[in-house]
Structures are given as structure tokens and as C-alpha cells.
């Protein structure tokens, strides 16, 4: 799995890529970021004339003591409408800038799962869904601190150059000697983005861990439950934790070591630097106090930015290992099986037909071999053998979850690569072993998001399996809320997706050891509702339990993924083979 490969680190190059594909977001949102930036440059250039008009006022008005009434609240005036109107700037570059990372961020989970759905099985039984989720939550979440960095840099940027002019204008000689220190910062930028790169990436790895270990827990809580496991699965746990502990401790090393202290120690010394010089020139009669004032605010407006800027730095390493990260399910190439859809064509009949089909799992052995089978409308065929022969791998196939190697399927004559995969999955109903779930009352569990289906289908659809008789008894029936993990016995949740299926009225049926959860009493129940479900239409049943397909036009007996032995219980039970064998062999436990 992924999440256990160890995170090497980013070079500049994939580093730039990275910035450069998530600015490709940024950019549909392009004019909250305008505004934004329109706001930073007007609060700069207030924040440069505030500190000009007091050295104008210093110089001229109060050094000669030329002021009046008049004019001391004049200025004053003038000095607080600056002060409104930067803030006012202040407020346009927070919010907008903030409004179009939260758009861009929506679009990119958006997009994400969207990607998710049209990755295959492939990608799934391959990565944790823990780890998924850690990509698709927590590292766009980094995402949005990521671009606090970028405006971090809008305004340090401007304020620099606005600063810098202004300390030219000023004093051009000081202005060199502060400039001086440039190229220090540059270097303690680099080193910064050097160290913490690998150790931003190890840190979101451990931190995928843990989203992992705790979906996984949760998912299997009765099974830890049940085998004690607690006690080890908390104690890994605690690795992991301590792990993640440590890689963010070693964060905040580097951060506490390069970030702030190193920009505040060359903002002291420049600033020791330019009082020197100033203080040289004011002994040689060349300045005056309110100039001395102007040029220390512009060098703290030329150093406060850097020191913003450095601290946001540490979310642009979390940002672009997040983004590359977030990337990795966009860049994934393990989608589905690709159809060639010519013209539309439809399924109306429901004829089924295997011809000598083969299959592996990506990367695996050949696990079904030379398959072959054919089914009229309307007629049940059976799938039975022992554990891992393939009878769930011939419905994997069968729709669309993995690409088959060798052979042909067709369905009502039609290839099945040539039809629309919406269609295959409209006109093949499945029924899992395990029923799945989803947060939401027990309407939306049967009619999923489709509106379409109106609460009276609904209703007809749970009277058809006996489903109606467990929902009446519910708390607020129909609009009782369930869960995942169910708020319902196994059976129950089994007929909620026997209704689901009917709802959406399918001409071919697929059972997966779809009654294997329900009671004997229950499955009685549903075999007559399931009858009435597959006059009509075709259905495909594995069973474990024979009893369930003894009616069966035609039963395949699977042994290795080859077919054995086939036709219907009685030619089966003569021929006296494994399906024989099997059967005597269920006959006795019931007895
Ligand atoms: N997603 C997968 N990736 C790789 N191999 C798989 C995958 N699913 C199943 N297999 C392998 O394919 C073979 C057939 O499995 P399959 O699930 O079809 O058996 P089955 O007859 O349905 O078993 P059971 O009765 O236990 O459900 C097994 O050897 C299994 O290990």
C-alpha cells in the first residue's frame, strides 16, 4: 500500500510544478485575488505616506514651532483618514484574498472526488481508505494555509518595493547599506525550504497513518472487539502517534531555528546600521528628526513583511507536500475498465452470455479460466463452489469493475465493452452479502440520489421483499435515520438493499450470497418477494446455501475458476459429482 512507502523529498523542480498546478486553480477565482492584491498595493502606499506626512509635519510645522490650532487638528484629521482608509485596504485584502482560497479549495475537493469515482477497483484495494481521506480532508486543509503564504508574499512583496523606494528617496546611501542584507535573508529562505521539505512530507505520511488506523478501527470495531485486539491496536497507535509526535517536533525545531529569530536578528542589525549612518549624517547637519523617524519606519516596513513571510513559509512546505499529495489521486491512471461506445444501445431482454472468458486481478495469477455460459431472459442461473473459486470475480467482471483479459461477454447479443457503462449499471441490479449503508433515513438508503423515485415506489418496493414490515416498527419509519455501521441487524439492512434494487427496477439481478445474513424464517420471507422480483428478469445468485438456488434453470459448480460441472439441481444431483457431494453434505448439518 501506498501510505507504507517512505516520502522522499521534493526538488525545487517538482516543488515549482506543484505551486505553478495549484495556481491553476487560483486562477478561475482570479478576480477575488485582483481585489485583493488592488488592496495590498493602496495599503502599502498608505502605509509609506503616514510615516512621510509625519516627518513633514515634524520638520516643518513643529521644529519651527510654526503651528496653529487649526493646523495641528487639520493634520490630525488627515493622519486618522489614512489610518481608516488602510484599514479599510486591511479589510479588502483579508476577505477577498480569503474568499477565493476557500472557492479554490472547494474546487479542488471537488474535483478530487470527483476523480475518485472514476478511479477503478484497482486503486482501492490498493490504497487505504484512511489515506484517502487524509488526502482529500487534511491536505487541502494545508492547502489554505498554503495560500496565506501567497499573500503573505502579495504584501511583502509590494511593501518591500514601496519601502525600499521610499528609503532610496529618502537617503539613498542608507538605503544601499540596508539593502546589504538582502542577499543574508535569501540564503536563510533557501536553507529553510531545503530542511523542511522532507520533514513536512514525513510528517503528513504519519499523519495519513493515523487517518488509516482510526477509519480501519472504526470499520472493523466489532472484530478488534471481539479478538481482544484493543490493547495492540492502541499500541501501534501509539507508535504512530509518537512518530507523528516527533516529526512535528522536528518541525518546530527547524521553524523556531530559521523562521523569525534569524529575519529579527538581521532587522536589528540593519536597523543598527541605518541609526549609525543617519546618526553620522545628522552630526554633519544634513537631516532632521522627522526624516530620522520616516527612515526607521521604512526599515521596519522593508523587515516586517520578510519576518510575516518567513513565518507563513513553514505552511508553503505543508502546502506543497499536501498538494502533491492531493495531486497523486489526480495523477492516478488506474481507472476502470474503458468502454467503446458506437451508438447507443439498450438493454431490454436481459440475456446473459459468457464466451470463454479468462481473468487475473492486476499483478495476480489467472484466477478465472475459460469461463463459458449462456442465459435466456428471464432465467436464474446459479454459482456454487468453494471459497476463492471466482464466483464473485464473474460479477466483478460482469460490471465493469475490472478489465477482463480473453473471451467475450455479451449481454442481449451486445458486446459488453460496447455499452454504456451508465447503462450496464442502471439495467444490473447487485445485491451484496454485506449491505452497505449509507448516513441518511431510510428513503434516501433506498432511493440513494436518485429523485426520481417517488415515496410511493419506495413503498411498493419494501412491500415487495417484506422490508415494509421492519420500517413500520421503526421510530419514525421511512424517515428513521441510519447509519453505516447500522442501526439495523444484518438482515434488516439486507432487505433495505433487496428494496433499493427493486426501486430501481433492473432487467438483469445479481446476488452476491445475498440471503447468506438473513434467518431462515426472514429468507423465507424475501424468497417470495425475490420471486415476484425476478419474473421477468435474469437473475445471477451465488449461494453458499444450495436451498437458495434449487430452482435455478441452470447452476455452474466453480472449482479453481474452471467450471466443473453444470445444469440444473436434478441433472446435477444424477451426475453424482461436487455438486452432489456438496449437497448431501448440507442435507446432513441441517438434520
Ligand atoms: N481484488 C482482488 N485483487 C486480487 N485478487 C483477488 C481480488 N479479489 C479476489 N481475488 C482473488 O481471486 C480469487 C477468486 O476470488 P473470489 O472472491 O472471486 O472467490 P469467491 O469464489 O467469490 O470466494 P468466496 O466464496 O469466499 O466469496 C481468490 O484467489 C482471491 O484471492
Known amino acids: 500500500m501506498d501510505q507504507h512507502n517512505a516520502p ?35 495599503q502599502s502606499v498608505i502605509s509609506v505616506l503616514l510615516p512621510h506626512f509625519l516627518q513633514y509635519y515634524m520638520d516643518t510645522y513643529l521644529v519651527r ?28 485584502t483579508t476577505f477577498a484574498f480569503n474568499m477565493g482560497s476557500e472557492y479554490m479549495l472547494e474546487d479542488l475537493r471537488r474535483t478530487l472526488f470527483a476523480k475518485l469515482h472514476r478511479l477503478g477497483m484497482s486503486y482501492f484495494d490498493r490504497t487505504a481508505a484512511g489515506s484517502i481521506v487524509s488526502r482529500v480532508n487534511n491536505d487541502t486543509m494545508s492547502i489554505s494555509d498554503f495560500m496565506q503564504v501567497f499573500l503573505s508574499a502579495i504584501i511583502g512583496i509590494v511593501s518591500i518595493v514601496v519601502a525600499l523606494g521610499a528609503m532610496f528617496w529618502t537617503d539613498w546611501v542608507v538605503a544601499v547599506a540596508v539593502l546589504l542584507f538582502l542577499p543574508v ?6 536553507l529553510y525550504s531545503k530542511y523542511s521539505s522532507s520533514a513536512y512530507r514525513y510528517m503528513r505520511h504519519k499523519l495519513s497513518e493515523i487517518n488509516t488506523k482510526i477509519s480501519e478501527t472504526i470499520q472493523g470495531i466489532a472484530i478488534v472487539q471481539n479478538f481482544r485486539q484493543q490493547g495492540r491496536i492502541q499500541a501501534e497507535f501509539e507508535k504512530t502517534n509518537q512518530q507523528y509526535l516527533r516529526s512535528r517536533q522536528s518541525m518546530i525545531r527547524i521553524n523556531s531555528l530559521l523562521l523569525a529569530p534569524i529575519v529579527s536578528l538581521l532587522y536589528t542589525l540593519a536597523l543598527v546600521a541605518a541609526m549609525g549612518l543617519l546618526g553620522l549624517h545628522a552630526h554633519q547637519g544634513l537631516l532632521q528628526a522627522g526624516m530620522i523617524y520616516a527612515f526607521t519606519t521604512y526599515v521596519s516596513q522593508f523587515f516586517n513583511p520578510i519576518i510575516n513571510l518567513m513565518d507563513t513559509l513553514s505552511f508553503f512546505q505543508d502546502g506543497v507536500v499536501a498538494g502533491s499529495r492531493a495531486f497523486k489521486i489526480l495523477d492516478s491512471q488506474e481507472y476502470g475498465p474503458q468502454q467503446k461506445v458506437t451508438k447507443l444501445q439498450e438493454i431490454t431482454r436481459g440475456a446473459v452470455e459468457f464466451r470463454h472468458v479468462s481473468f487475473a486481478y492486476p499483478g495476480g495469477p489467472e484466477v478465472l479460466h475459460d469461463v463459458s455460459f449462456k442465459l435466456e431472459p428471464g432465467q436464474t442461473l ?38 454504456d457503462l451508465v447503462e450496464i449499471r442502471q439495467k444490473i441490479g447487485l445485491v451484496l452479502q454485506s449491505a452497505s449503508l449509507f448516513y441518511g433515513d431510510v428513503n434516501f438508503n433506498i432511493r440513494l440520489y436518485n429523485n426520481e423515485i417517488s415515496d410511493s415506489q419506495i ?46 427496477n433492473p432487467r438483469i439481478l445479481v446476488l452476491d450470497e445475498a440471503t447468506a445474513n438473513i434467518d431462515t424464517q426472514t429468507e423465507d420471507l424475501i424468497q417470495t418477494g425475490l420471486r415476484e422480483l425476478q419474473a421477468g428478469r435474469t437473475t445471477i445468485a451465488i449461494a453458499h446455501r444450495l436451498s437458495t438456488i434449487k430452482d ?17 439441481h436434478e441433472s446435477l444431483l444424477a451426475q453424482k459429482g461436487s455438486y452432489y457431494e456438496l449437497y448431501r453434505l448440507q442435507e446432513q448439518n441441517q438434520s
Open 552 to 568: 435455478a434453470d441452470q447452476i455452474l459448480v466453480l472449482q479453481a475458476g474452471r467450471v466443473i460441472e453444470r445444469g440444473t
Open 459 to 504: 413503498n411498493a418496493a419494501a412491500q415487495l421483499v417484506h422490508a415494509d414490515e421492519f420500517i413500520e416498527q421503526l421510530p419514525k419509519q421511512y424517515q428513521t435515520v441510519l447509519t453505516a455501521q447500522g442501526n439495523l441487524s444484518a438482515g434488516q439492512k439486507q432487505l433495505i438493499a433487496f428494496a433499493r434494487t427493486v426501486v430501481f
Open 8 to 42: 522522499a523529498s521534493l526538488s525545487v523542480r517538482e516543488q515549482r510544478k506543484i505551486v505553478t498546478r495549484l495556481f491553476g486553480f487560483a486562477v478561475k477565482y482570479h478576480t477575488s485575488f485582483l481585489w485583493a492584491s488592488l488592496a495590498v498595493v493602496v
Open 185 to 190: 535573508l535569501i540564503w536563510a529562505i533557501w
Open 382 to 419: 446459479g454459482i456454487v463452489g468453494p471459497t476463492g473459486s471466482g464466483k464473485s470475480t464473474m460479477i466483478n467482471i460482469m460490471l465493469r469493475f475490472y478489465e477482463y483479459g480473453q473471451g467475450q461477454i455479451l449481454i442481449d447479443g451486445i458486446d459488453l465493452r460496447n455499452l
Open 65 to 92: 514651532s510654526t503651528l496653529t490650532e487649526k493646523l495641528i487638528w487639520g493634520c490630525a484629521l488627515l493622519y486618522f483618514l489614512g489610518v481608516i482608509l488602510r484599514a479599510g485596504a486591511q479589510f479588502l
